[in-house]
């Protein structure tokens, strides 16, 4: 796997639904980080919505770069595609779309499946939004009470959050700033408190914040 920075949705589940010419459309949407995960919501879905006439389907994983897609008997090309495709529009990884599909007696045409699809899997999304996966420094900064103000204001400059706190004899700060970015803190810290504050860095990972 690489180091690059990559989406997945910022919830671990979430769903939505429309009717269209009295077919009722159900868009869910899952993290997941194997096929077999995909699979096993995918017969979940099959076996605890039985009654439903399609479990059309798509997902994405990061690691081996894999895309599935079904159409779970529409037309070929009106229903897994377009699922599909709003994934990769909005950069998704390690997510599993189904949009399950109760017949309202009016055909929609091809077209129309497309729209439907497309727009359960949309819905899904918006449901789910999205967070942006990147590398960042978890850091920990031990500040004077008489400068906790100013090193509150020096830390969103730099893209620095606070993750925790924890007031003792000083104050303890824990935050997560993007990789790379620690030594421009640093700067910044000890010239807006005379050197008496610096961040340390205890461990770099992967850690997601909401965009969309």
């Excluded at 671990?12 to 077919?23: G, I, L, M, Q, T």
């Excluded at 789910?128 to 400059?157: D, E, H, K, N, W």
Aim: aromatic share 8%; hydrophobic share 40%.
């Amino acid at each position: 796997m690489n180091e690059k920075d990559y989406f997945v949705p910022y919830e671990a589940y979430a769903e939505d639904h429309f009717v269209e010419k009295r077919s009722k459309f159900i868009g869910r949407l899952w993290r997941v980080e194997t096929p077999e995960q995909a699979a096993a919501k995918l017969k979940e879905m099959r076996e605890t919505y039985w009654d439903a006439n399609h479990h059309c389907s798509a997902y994405i994983l990061r690691e081996g770069n894999i895309m599935r897609y079904s159409d779970d008997g529409e037309p070929q090309g009106t229903a897994g595609m377009p699922i599909l495709e709003v994934l990769r529009h909005e950069n998704l990884v390690n997510v599993c779309c189904i949009v399950t599909r109760y017949f309202g007696g009016v055909l929609l045409g091809t077209g129309g499946l497309v729209r439907a699809y497309t727009k359960g899997a949309q819905l899904a999304v918006a449901a789910a939004g999205i967070q942006q996966m990147r590398m960042f420094s978890v850091v920990l900064l031990a500040c004077p009470y008489s400068l906790l103000s100013t090193v509150q204001q020096v830390l969103p400059v730099h893209d620095c959050s606070i993750e925790a706190t924890d007031y003792g004899a000083d104050v303890t700060l824990t935050c997560a700033i993007p990789a790379g970015r620690e030594e421009e803190l640093n700067q910044a810290l000890a010239n807006a408190t005379s050197g008496q504050v610096y961040a340390e860095v205890m461990e770099t990972k992967f850690m997601g914040r909401r965009v969309k």
